[in-house]
């Protein structure tokens, strides 16, 4: 070893198959010394097909992956243009090995090397190493010390094996699917196959073909999807993309998601009808895939029972009373165990029923001091493993090499306990959901500790249809690697050719996808068979058109086309170039002349002439003119009609796509700012703090590390808050200030106030603080109020105004500061009966419209919030429901889309009420807001008169 190699830090890699791969790969991007023991004799893990049976886990000869070659792949590797979307398990052992070698990953193997221990070394607190004891490949026990270790051997290592009733008796064979291997030897028997996780249902369906009657046993039913989603397409190429994860999933409840789906998965077939459907709903399980099982259930040759109640010598009788005498063999497809002895003892990690304390499912947190030691593939996605291991590997060597730093032990527990109440909350209890995990989701989880994560603003920046694949198109691996560290210069043009490569896989014949079958109108020749030079398979392949032969490389017969061809060292270009003539009622189509070039000089294709309307060209008979029987919509003549259906079409579109932007951005896409950076004070500055919106303010911007001061009328209420917030966030410092902005009208009352606030830097200023009258009122009605409406004037402006006067100086001279409004949905429609409140509301609208102009130059954001109604005393609303949230999850929206948006609602149910309103006509819009209004006013009118009733017979 050389000098220069022994500085680096050393790694082991335990395991060369698909977790452990990707890790060597990683080591060696952050130059570090790495070695990988590997205790087969080669690498593939799982995935390499084993004929006999080993103690190491296997795939059958048969499976398929369930994952599309796509989202399988590695980050910067992917897979071959022909290779199949759901790729055999040669071919994803293949695809290994031209990984191993294209990256020369062989020679930091060690082959037939067994890890006994790994323990830590000690010196570890100050070192972070660890000891590890292996027996090596001439049969030596040897240890050697490490400066972190990747566990990469996954968790299909132990079957898992029940006991049932009478299973002692029975003559038949048992086995587990971990031995399954192929179907010979099961010809003519009658099989019972336990379970309908993926395996289960793969057995059965193999020997389905083969076996004279197979059973397949359900304990709680499963739903079944299909690999082929609509229209040909895989199946997670369509679901996992960033609009249904990002967009999608917090919009629409879990009920309805579930309901969609499962209608979708009965369209294929009935789950009751056939003896599946579960109790639980499609997303509160692991799903099972696959394409076959609806065809051998009804043909009869797979039987779905329910669970075995016991066996009897010969047979087996099932939990509905059902009898099968004789039974030859049964497979148990029913999961593995797995543990850490391997890490001393399995006292670091503990595991029981499969659950396991894992920060992100692969480090301790007892190791939290240095994250030497990471467990790497312990995760069941609904998705690839692959590049979920890869990810955690960067994410493990970012941290190793000092590029970021992971949480603190605390922390860490906290994610723990967090990640496994929602497991919990979400999926059946079974030792199959304990390390589940949300593709995209877990992803973005990583990326942002590996500092690879997708910056989709950014991206639409540089390129808007670009960003737009990443948002609508399959989360592919490739788009953790545009940008972070060691970004790849190949990411943007690997996504872009993800669709072509799909549809690549899928076709029958090796033709180039992208050729065009039709030139895009219909000419007076009829659909007809030419032939072009496939350079791929360097033979002549037929194509059907409809068109003009709008390829000047498309022959009329295959000898025509090998006689010119057979000496092209390139594929030939796909289509002509099209001149239309000043009328467009003809096109004249131009040979390529650079399509001579690499020909054969032996190319004599004119020898014998050319049909009609074809001229000979370089050797070619192209098409010289052809008469058009339609013309090209886009060259027609348009009426004054369609060119107004066009604008207003346009302009719909405009309107829709801004209303979406403006719901679902600030939430969702756009990247919250660095608040502190832009504020530039420690303390923020909130009235009306004890309650509601205010207080929810109070608590979002604690927990965002800023100082507070609360100003509200009663001291109790603010001491309360005060200790709420110090027993939450002990870091912070809070102020708190009584003052009744509804008696403090004077402006000489509020100096005292004003003053003590301006000692301290403040970066933030909510101004929250307002007030209403009861119920919806005509202003003539309120002649015995006058006291009530005063107090709205005052409270509702006086506060706004003369706090942001006083704050300003010290931002302007800071050059830096946010200024937050809170107005009212009031203060963006003229609400009838509410005259006083909605036009104090406006007050505060046009206010900070102006403070944003004049303002903006000096770097202040000004911000205008229009909540509609939140859980608060004011709204009289106690419970939240999906259009009324609770206080703080208003604010914790709201504060996130401070310097992303001048004026909106901070709530995302919130803008999409008031993006429907403006999508209205204004009279609709104003009778809607005047009807429940007069609702409102009549509902509280009926209890005032009942409540009088009420009094006045309790009187008598």
């Not at 509200?712 to 966030?729: P, T």
Request: some cysteine; hydrophobic content about 35%; glycine content about 6%.
């Amino acid at each position: 070893m050389s000098s220069m190699k022994g500085n680096k830090k050393k790694v082991l890699v335990v395991g060369a198959g698909a977790s452990g791969l990707p890790s060597i790969r990683w080591a060696l991007l952050y130059d570090l010394d790495v070695v990988c023991f590997e205790g087969s004799d080669d690498i593939g893990g799982l995935w390499r097909y084993k004929s006999m049976e080993t103690e190491e886990s296997s795939v059958m000869k048969s499976t398929i992956i369930n994952s599309s070659k796509e989202m399988s792949a590695y980050s910067d590797f992917p897979p071959e243009d022909t290779m199949a979307n759901y790729m055999h398990n040669t071919e994803m052992y293949r695809y290994f090995k031209m990984y191993t070698e294209h990256y020369d990953l062989l020679k930091y193997i060690k082959f037939h090397h067994m890890v006994k221990n790994v323990e830590r070394s000690p010196d570890y607190k100050t070192t972070g190493k660890w000891n590890v004891s292996y027996v090596d490949n001439e049969g030596k026990d040897k240890s050697e010390a490490f400066d972190g270790v990747l566990l990469c051997n996954g968790h299909h290592q132990f079957p898992y094996m029940p006991k049932f009733e009478g299973q002692e008796k029975f003559k038949g064979r048992i086995i587990h699917s971990h031995s399954y291997k192929d179907h010979k030897g099961y010809e003519d028997k009658v099989c019972v196959c336990v379970g309908v996780g993926n395996s289960g249902i793969d057995v059965a369906v193999e020997l389905s073909r083969i076996a004279k009657q197979v059973y397949l046993v359900s304990r709680r039913g499963t739903w079944v999807l299909n690999r082929v989603f609509d229209y040909g397409m895989p199946l997670d190429q369509e679901n996992n993309n960033r609009f249904r994860n990002d967009v999608l999933r917090r919009i629409v409840p879990p009920p309805v998601t579930n309901w969609f789906i499962e209608s979708k998965l009965n369209q294929r077939f009935d789950h009751a009808l056939y003896g599946l459907k579960p109790k639980h709903r499609v997303f509160e399980a692991h799903p099972t895939v696959n394409d076959e099982l609806p065809n051998r259930i009804i043909s009869g040759t797979v039987r779905v029972k329910p669970n075995i109640k016991r066996f009897t010598e010969s047979g087996v009788i099932f939990e509905d009373g059902t009898e099968v005498d004789h039974v030859d063999e049964v497979v148990l497809s029913t999961g593995y165990k797995f543990h850490f002895t391997l890490v001393e003892g399995g006292k670091l990690i503990p595991v029981k029923d499969n659950e396991v304390s894992l920060f992100e499912f692969m480090l301790p947190p007892e190791t939290a001091d240095h994250n030497s030691l990471a467990i790497i593939g312990l995760i069941q996605p609904l998705g690839s493993i692959m590049p979920i291991s890869e990810m955690q590997a960067r994410v493990f060597f970012e941290n190793l090499t000092g590029g970021r730093k992971l949480p603190s032990k605390m922390e860490m527990e906290q994610n723990i306990k967090c990640k496994k109440m929602a497991m919990e909350a979400r999926y059946v209890k079974s030792p199959r959901h304990t390390i589940q995990v949300d593709y995209i989701t877990y992803m973005d989880e990583l990326a942002k500790m590996a500092g690879c994560e997708v910056d989709l603003w950014d991206e639409f920046k540089k390129d808007p249809v670009f960003a737009y694949k990443l948002f609508c198109g399959p989360n592919v691996p490739y788009v953790y690697r545009l940008r972070g560290p060691h970004a790849w210069s190949g990411a943007k043009k690997t996504i872009e050719g993800v669709e072509y490569r799909t549809k690549l896989a899928t076709c029958a014949l090796a033709i180039d996808c992208s050729l065009p079958k039709d030139v895009g109108y219909t000419c007076d020749q009829q659909k007809s068979q030419k032939f072009y030079f496939d350079n791929r398979s360097k033979v002549c392949q037929p194509l059907y058109f409809q068109g003009c032969g709008g390829n000047e490389n498309l022959f009329k017969t295959r000898d025509e086309c090998l006689q010119a061809c057979s000496g092209a060292s390139s594929a030939l270009p796909a289509a002509s170039n099209f001149l239309a003539s000043s009328s467009y009622d003809t096109i004249v189509v131009a040979c390529n002349i650079n399509t001579a070039a690499v020909l054969s000089d032996k190319a004599k294709t004119c020898n014998k002439g050319c049909d009609q309307g074809y001229t000979c060209k370089n050797n070619l008979c192209c098409p010289t003119k052809a008469k058009m029987a339609r013309r090209i919509p886009c060259y027609c003549w348009v009426s004054f009609l369609g060119y107004v259906v066009m604008i207003v079409t346009a302009f719909v579109w405009y309107k829709a796509i801004r209303a979406f932007l403006r719901i679902v951005g600030p939430y969702m896409i756009y990247p919250g700012i660095n608040l502190k950076k832009r504020a530039k004070g420690e303390w923020a500055v909130v009235t009306g703090a004890t309650d509601g919106i205010g207080k929810g303010y109070a608590f979002e911007l604690a927990r965002r590390g800023f100082n507070i001061i609360l100003i509200s009328r009663s001291q109790e209420k603010l001491d309360n808050v005060k200790n709420e917030l110090l027993g939450i966030y002990s870091n912070v410092k809070v102020k708190t200030f009584a003052f009744d902005f509804a008696k403090s009208k004077d402006v000489k009352e509020y100096q005292s106030m004003i003053e003590d606030v301006n000692k301290l830097e403040v970066g933030i200023l909510v101004n929250n603080v307002g007030t209403k009258y009861t119920h919806p009122e005509p202003l003539h009605g309120m002649k015995d109020d006058l006291s009530d409406i005063s107090n709205i004037i005052a409270v509702n402006t006086m506060p706004v105004t003369l706090l942001t006067s006083a704050l300003l100086l010290q931002m302007v001279q800071r050059k830096g500061g946010v200024v937050v409004n809170i107005s009212s949905f009031s203060g963006l429609y003229p609400m009838s009966h509410w005259s006083v409140y909605s036009s104090t509301k406006q007050y505060v609208r046009w206010l900070s419209n102006i403070l944003r102009q004049e303002y903006a130059r000096k770097g202040i954001i000004v911000q205008t919030i229009y909540p509609v109604f939140v859980v608060t005393n004011m709204t009289k609303m106690k419970e939240p429901s999906f259009f009324v949230p609770d206080a703080i999850s208003y604010a914790r929206q709201a504060v996130g889309t401070i310097g992303i948006s001048d004026e909106t609602t901070g709530y995302m149910t919130h803008q999409l009420q008031v993006e429907v309103l403006n999508l209205l006509p204004w009279f609709i819009r104003t009778w809607f807001i005047d009807s429940s209004s007069k609702k409102i006013r009549e509902t509280y009118m009926n209890k005032k008169k009942k409540a009088k009733e009420a009094k006045e017979a309790k009187k008598e």
